[in-house]
């Protein structure tokens, strides 16, 4: 939270996408896709801060919005790719200006709605 931010690609590799499970899967309502950003970590290293650091963010085409919920799913296979925390921060800019960092303004931060190991697929809410 906090720091400035740099496009992923997709790659196997640290600060990327997996290739099979890109940023367009994060929001598609479908819990049978994945989006999967390996972080400071890369598809080859599995440990409890695998994922940190990662995220994406979402330009609405009708302007401001006001968040009233948001829900995160386990996938339906590794647990170790379940996220447990996360933090929500909203921000009125565009283009290049999303990638700096005291542009975004927290608004949560904490559990995902579920603890670690949750029945495969389900959804928590916040």
Do not use: H
Request: charged fraction near 15%; aromatic fraction near 10%; hydrophobic fraction near 30%.
């Amino acid at each position: 939270m906090g720091g400035n931010s740099a496009a992923s690609t997709l790659s196997y590799r640290s600060g990327n996408y997996d290739p099979r499970d890109g940023p367009n899967n994060a929001c598609d309502n479908n819990t049978l896709t994945t989006y999967t950003n390996y972080g400071t970590y890369s598809a080859n290293s599995v440990t409890e801060r695998c994922g940190t650091q990662t995220g994406f963010y979402v330009t609405l085409k009708r302007g401001s919005s006001v968040v009233k919920g948001l829900q995160f799913c386990a996938e339906d296979v590794n647990v170790a790719r379940d996220p447990i925390l996360i933090t929500l921060e909203g921000n009125n800019a565009i283009g290049a200006n999303l990638t700096v960092g005291r542009n975004w303004i927290p608004i949560y931060s904490g559990s995902i709605g579920f603890e670690y190991g949750p029945p495969r697929l389900s959804c928590g809410l916040i």
